[in-house]
């Protein structure tokens, strides 16, 4: 078995390299190892300082996910950390690739940090609904500040090396060869003598009496329901008040009760289903060569596409026949990275790149030879087939075909062509240069080997790519089309728009469905119903809403949807419950009033009940797979791990039952418990076996 930490000691230097591909990941193997290896070198009179390092891409991505429920895995991280901070020799880190949780934590133990650009630092452990424990709470605090730490634990997100030598994360940064320039820096630095060794970084920083009461309101509106940023905020709080180890001791405390809480479970298990369809689905004999990437339509969202694939450092050939469209496309592209850089999403030197990866074109002639072409326009299935068998004359023999249609046949738009095995869906999610999922709709003649490449490609461009099959809207839009179909029934049935999209945003959804619907555009969804080939006749089905469409309310775009909107801002309008209470009237509903758990559990279950009749049709490969597009696309609240995930939870009899009772009499088959559900809840099973 390969050894997982590497030592080499050059000039009494000692250098240890942590290996353990392909995640380089801290598991308890590595934590082990390392242990073993610093006691070793700590003991060698004939080393000076030590150097940790990581070999590969990164230097150490954090704990293994796998391993998490494991308290023997925290206890080791933090007694490996308590030896670096009290180590008999000068210790310096040398930083890059992913410098993340666990791994953060050892460099920030360390008494110097140096990074080479491109490092990514950060203590993600609030993405799998858990706490830094081996002392993250509080040195990160005291390197860069309360203020800046508590941004950094609460949101999981990372920080560059630019910007983490600004604050004082790291001690230097580098162009090349980071390992030497930790040399270099062991080489300027007064070696220690066990006598003289002390905890690092002891100064703890002072902040005003209503800083963590602030902070803790933010947190209240901000968390969504999350327990482990709020108690980040203890954990700080009490780090900067107290003795370094009660501090150590009261971290460790409070991680352990988010690491056996309900949430962190539902977290890691999102992180793990993440992971499946990064690296679950590729097909490793399939390399897809993609250098070129032609767009067809430069509306908002092929801008936005080709943006993508340009950050990606792919050529971008983005056509429209409208020279105005393609014109006000390219300003809009410069727009958004003139954002993205004053927002620090990218520097201005990425920027630059990204621009002058996208060339623009009214010609199709100019897709000839690119490798992948995907068409972002109108969606209309006449328009796509007229566009793809122009494709189809045009481009070689070897280029593969997407489409990114939300709703519409796959399998009529291939139809077309000459290479149905080439074409597929690529369903980006609006905006796609920020949105991280990506369905991957296998039409019914895509071989394996396009599907790979689109697989492959997926990853480049840094997505989390699902495999789904063809059916209207897929699995994400089929399952929010009868989430918010409830949504106009419990209007009818005599709710109002913000108590529906407040019992949502309270139960954790990211916005409520009739907030969203505006938002989106309430024609959109109309002319996606006029569209569908098996349209429900009964018009209860979307009464509400397509009354408001008639009345010319598209959402916010008309500054009336749902609601009325001044500025952007929400306001109740009086004039939608008079009209859907007429509605309701003539078609002999009676209304009444509804409490949150009702709303909620009804539209939950809707969604369970068609996420098991897509699994029942083959069209989601994966229980797993809908939990992840719902949580990544939709809102979902990740801690509660996804609608099947959340099934399981519930238990799939009470589901069944709560379908049944809300609906004693189903107008509707979406209303009805799907066969594949009540065959597993029969059966005591669950989406997750």
């Known amino acids: 078995m390969p050894s997982v930490v590497e030592l ?29 290896t610093l006691e070793q070198v700590a003991s ?41 901070e ?35 630092l950060g203590l993600p452990d609030v993405a799998l609904g858990l706490l830094p424990s081996a002392g993250g709470t509080r040195r990160l605090p005291q390197l860069i500040g309360a203020d800046r730490a508590l941004k950094m634990i609460t949101s999981g997100r990372s920080i560059g090396a630019a910007e983490a030598l600004d604050c004082g994360l790291i001690d230097a940064l580098v162009a090349a060869d980071v390992i030497a320039a930790a040399r270099q820096h062991v080489a300027r630095s007064a070696p220690l003598s066990a006598s003289e060794a002390t905890p690092v970084n002891t100064t703890l920083p002072t902040v005003s009496a209503d800083f963590f009461a602030t902070w803790r309101t933010s947190m209240e ?92 450092d792919i050529g971008v050939v983005l056509v429209d026949a409208s020279q105005d469209t393609l014109q006000k496309g390219l300003q809009s592209l410069t727009s958004t990275l003139q954002r993205a850089v004053a927002a620090g999403q990218m520097d201005s030197a990425q920027s630059a790149a990204c621009w002058f990866n996208v060339r623009g074109s009214s010609d199709y002639e100019d897709l000839k030879n690119v490798d992948l072409v995907v068409e972002a326009a109108f969606e209309d299935l006449s328009v796509k087939q007229s566009i ?15 489409t990114n249609t939300s709703y519409l046949d796959i399998d009529a738009i291939a139809a077309v062509t000459q290479r149905r095995e080439k074409v597929f869906g690529m369903h980006f999610f609006s905006p796609a240069n920020r949105m991280k999922l990506l369905e991957v709709v296998a039409a019914t003649q895509t071989s394996k080997e396009t599907l790979s490449a689109a697989l492959s490609v997926a ?17 994400g839009n089929r399952m929010f089309s009868n989430y918010t179909s409830e949504s106009n029934l419990l209007l009818l049935e005599g709710a109002e728009p913000e108590q529906i999209d407040a019992a949502m945003t309270d139960w954790g959804m990211a916005m409520g469905p009739l907030a969203v619907a505006d938002l989106s555009g309430l024609d959109s969804g109309y002319r996606a119903r006029q569209m569908q080939p098996d349209a429900p ?52 509903i009676a209304q009444r009033r509804l409490d949150p758990e009702e709303i909620q559990q009804r539209l939950i279950y809707t969604l369970i009940n068609e996420g098991a009749r ?72 669950n989406f997750a076996d």
């Open 8 to 36: 080499q000691v050059i000039q009494g230097v000692a250098e240890v390299a942590m290996d353990n591909p392909p995640y380089q990941t801290l598991s308890n193997r590595v934590l082990a190892a390392l242990y073993s």
């Open 537 to 588: 006749r009964d018009e209860r089905y979307f009464r509400p809403a397509n009354l408001l469409v008639e009345q010319g309310r598209l959402g916010q775009k008309t500054a009336a949807g749902f609601y009325r909107y001044r500025q952007r801002q929400r306001e109740n309008d009086g004039v939608v419950m008079d009209l859907i209470g007429r509605e309701a009237d003539r078609l002999g």
């Open 221 to 312: 509106r901000r968390s969504g329901g999350q327990m482990a940023p709020r108690l980040a905020v203890d954990a700080v709080e009490y780090g900067l008040s107290s003795c370094r180890q009660d501090a150590l001791d009261r971290e460790a405390e409070l991680g352990e009760k988010c690491s056996h809480s309900a949430q962190a479970l539902a977290m890691q298990y999102a992180a793990s289903a993440e992971r499946i369809c990064r690296v679950g689905n590729l097909d490793g004999s399939v390399t897809a060569n993609v250098n070129t990437v032609g767009i067809v339509g430069a509306g908002t969202m092929g801008v936005a596409i080709a943006m993508v694939f340009a950050s990606a």
């Open 388 to 402: 793809f068998a122009k494709l189809d004359r045009l481009c070689d023999v070897k280029t593969i075909l997407a």
């Open 86 to 120: 009290n180590y008999p020799k000068t210790t310096v880190a040398a930083l890059h690739g992913k410098v993340h949780g666990g791994g953060l934590e050892l460099a920030m133990a360390c008494s110097a940090r140096v990074a080479v650009g491109g490092t990514e």
């Open 459 to 475: 990853k480049r461009i840094d997505k989390i790519a699902c495999v789904v099959g063809v059916c209207f809207g897929f699995v």
């Open 614 to 685: 897509i699994l029942d049709q083959g069209i989601a490969r994966r229980a797993s797979d809908i939990d992840v597009i719902w949580i990544n696309g939709y809102g979902f609240p990740r801690w509660r791990g996804g609608p099947m995930y959340h099934a399981d939870r519930c238990g799939l009899q009470a589901v069944v039952d709560g379908l049944k009772r809300y609906h004693p009499s189903p107008i509707f088959d979406y209303q009805r418990p799907a066969a594949k559900l009540v065959r597993m809840a029969q059966a005591g099973e």
């Open 44 to 84: 060698d009179p004939g080393v000076t300082a030590l150097v940790l390092c990581g070999s590969g891409a990164d230097f150490c991505a954090g704990s293994e996910l796998d391993e998490l429920a494991d308290p023997t895995q925290r206890a080791s991280l933090r007694g490996l950390v308590a030896m670096l």
